[in-house]
């Protein structure tokens, strides 16, 4: 079964594609992603979606034109001017992310205080853990609790943690429901606090199942994710706001100057009904601010903070990290699959249309997330879609497309070496090189080569004396260790015809010294066919002749079949030289033009000249039995009459 190329590639696929699933199981089971990349695609989520902001909250900021009104560290006096200023305007709530840990060193101005907030009646104070926190059930307990000072804290309606916790990046992306004291009093979270004081919501009777904190409501109950440590995703609605302007830009939360509040240049609008966060924002003196997922290079104050957390609450809108991990698995799964079925298909194309899927799935996701955080009000938790976690797909692409390609190759060398029994390794690789050229077509081009045919003497007599399978192993015997020698001497298989073999130098591959070359292997040839017929084998002899001459090579047939031949007269000749009484029995027989070519350490017969047909002069010709060091293995005698008869198709005409 695994002999089979498609059968192995498909079990690939089936493997590559179970493999990411485990592999994506484990990664899941362990959130290996949810600190590092999945956090970065929270941020772009939250960066692209569009909510529009409702007119619910009012930032007013404690800046730099208010403590030019009154001094820094503000007069505890600054913030009763405030809520005097605020009371006639009917805010909604008031939630102050202001320290009053300490009394003032004027009494007086605490009660002042005091008195405003009671006054007020919908005032929220800041509190906060400290010290190094322990998780408990859903929550963390803190050794310390910072609380304002209780003339302060009796006065108001409340107090909330405003305790921050970047991620490991530095950004701020979810906000505490609720922390625990050391005696393990529950304080709820100051945006908490303020919303559920807006709509007003039954936090008293907030219940939690496993990973959903409740609060019941008039309008909606609010349905919130929270987890391990008592946190909450925050939904950033805007991004930082710019310096305390008019709040004509929707864009942004409205921010106004605390200094404008008290003396009465604010809009009513901006403060009637609306849930209004004072604290640090454009503050000199105070750099109270944090990167956040929208923030991009910029970073957000502390109190506009608390305001994105109020509206999550305020408009039903949580995101959570990431998608449940069936939902994420089965995502994984389908996008790896098609991914690896478009690779096995189209290999490198399908690679790139995968990673078009890929970048086709992770534009929907973010617009299927930025759809479901549309509206006023939103329905509950949002999963932001586990990107970082189905990304992964593409490495298992990369790992099917690399064994593809090194199993082609692999099939490629096996073509090659299989292809190379039919024609020879050169020819072999002419043709694909011309074929990955696109210049494989019939034709061909004028080259010099030297020609060897090659003839066994006695064949029909041999034939008739043994079975045919028995002479075709003889043949395929001695044909096997000629084409031993010819590739030892650089010579190209041509084509086997029958009981006769032909052989080039110079095509296609250019030879130096071809027509010396050509001598020496086919003297070379008859020493290994003697000493084989001398260890037991049949009595099988070649003569051989060769030429040295211009011919046409190159690809001969039709455009569905053809074959690399070389044409011409050159080839004729030595064609003609392969007659019985010229390349008599074990001898090597070659033209003058190749006599020419071997230089002075030759011994050769002079066997006169041969007629060729299409030859207005005779050919003349020689026996070689000696070329530097090699030598025939039985010499012939010259012959008694010089051969002079015409020779037509190998054989002497009479």
Known sequence: MFRKRHTRQRLAVAALAALALVVGALLLQFELFDTTLQSVVYDKAIAVSNTTLRDQVTIVALDDATVDQYRYPLPHQAYTDLLRALKPQSPSVIAFDVAFYDAAQNTDEDRNLAAAIRDAGNVLLAMQGSGIATIGDHTERYPVVLLPIPVLRDAAAGVGAVNIHPDPDGRVRYSQLLIEGPDGTTYYSLPLLAAARKVRAELPNASRTADVFTVPAPLGKRVMPIDRRGGMSIYYAAPPAPAPSACADKSYFCVVSMRDVI???????????????????????????????????????????????????????????????????????????????????????????????????VTGAYVLFSIQTEGLIGAGPVEVPSIAYVIPAAFWWIILLGYLLAEEQITVARTRSTFGRFVTPSIARTIIDREEAGKLALGGEEKRVTVLFGDIRGFTTISEGLAPGILLGHLNRYFDGMVDIVNRYEGTVNKYNGDNIMVLWGAPLEVKGQARKAVECALEMQRWIVSEREKGGPDVSFGFGINTGPVVAGFLGAKGRMEYTVIGDSANVASRLTAADIARRDQVVVSGETLAELGDDVEAVDLGAVSVKGRAEAVPCWQINRLGGVATPKPAPAPEIPVRRPVVAGYRRA
């Open 263 to 361: 003396n009465g240049t604010v809009s009513r609008d901006l403060i009637t009904g609306r849930a209004i966060f004072v604290g640090a924002h454009s503050l000199s003196a105070v750099p109270d601010s944090y990167p956040v997922p929208n923030s991009g290079a910029d970073k957000m104050f502390g109190v506009e903070i608390w305001a994105n957390a109020a509206q999550s609450i305020l408009t039903n809108r949580y995101p959570v990290l990431k998608q449940s991990d069936a939902a994420t698995l089965v995502q994984l799964f389908v996008v790896t699959l098609v991914g690896l079925l478009l690779v096995l298909r189209w290999r490198l194309y399908g690679f790139m249309g995968a990673l078009v899927l890929l970048v086709v799935y």
